[in-house]
């Protein structure tokens, strides 16, 4: 025992070793730290983003429903940033702090259920709108604005879009879709979402039934109202359909 001592000391004496300041452990640590918060965060924008765009599909209240819809290119996009995000931040989270006493049966579902909570929260209280707006112009993403126009110009399944450009009388009004196309629609017998009123310049969406060069809506909803409780307030409802 004591000649390895010696050679120990011998070695420290000769390279002039000498034990690492403790801010060199704070700072890696602190990056370990700084990396899972990014990974996790990556998650839950994504996760947020997800229920945005999902938030008002057609699928809803009597509407068309299609894997194509609920899976187009920008949600499988989404999808996958929240699984990348999420396992990356699994496994970083064995190297950080005492995180290695967890095995991933443990933390893996308290990882998973938080980040779907938080991203729930993100777009529960609008924020995932705002967060839409900001990255619309970023390459490669597809903002939900685009990503509802190809939803909702579906005229063959019942969907259309676009703004009313003429109010006829409490039942009738002209609509011009997103494509330019002018619609007469007939709303005798029609549900309006979140206390829409009639007028003139109003930007709507409508699921009914296609006629020669006239539309039958059965429902109709603001264009982008859906975003979570904290865009809702305006429209007279909270977190819910009304």
């Not at 924020?127 to 939900?144: E, H, T, V, W």
């Not at 997103?178 to 619609?183: E, F």
């Not at 296609?210 to 975003?227: Q, T």
Request: glycine residues 12%; positive net charge.
């Amino acid at each position: 025992m004591s000649i390895i001592s010696d050679q120990v000391l011998n070695k420290i004496k000769k390279e002039k070793l000498a034990p690492k300041p403790k801010w060199q452990f704070q700072l890696r640590d602190g990056g370990k730290w700084l990396g899972f918060g990014l990974l996790i965060s990556l998650a839950v924008a994504a996760v947020g983003l997800l229920m945005f765009f999902w938030s008002d599909g057609p699928w809803l209240h009597g509407g068309s429903f299609g894997f194509s819809l609920l899976f187009g290119r920008m949600p499988l996009i989404l999808i996958f940033l929240v699984a990348l995000g999420g396992l990356f931040a699994l496994f970083d989270f064995k190297n950080i702090g005492r995180g290695y006493r967890y095995s991933l049966k443990v933390a893996g579902p308290i990882l998973i259920i938080s980040a779907i909570f938080a991203g729930w929260l993100l777009y529960y209280s609008g924020l995932s709108q705002g967060l839409d707006s900001a990255i619309s112009k970023a390459p490669f993403y597809q903002d939900r604005q685009m990503y509802m126009m190809q939803i909702w110009q579906n005229s063959d399944k019942g969907l259309i879009a676009g703004e009313i450009t003429d109010v006829i009388d409490s039942k009738n009004f002209y609509l011009r879709d997103l494509n330019g196309k002018q619609w007469k629609v007939d709303a005798s017998d029609t549900l309006w979402r979140h206390n829409l009123t009639l007028e003139i310049g109003l930007e709507i969406k409508l699921i009914g039934a296609v006629g020669d060069n006239n539309f039958r809506a059965d429902e109709i909803r603001p264009w982008l109202g859906a975003g979570g409780c904290g865009m809702m307030k305006n429209q007279g409802s909270c977190g819910m359909m009304k």
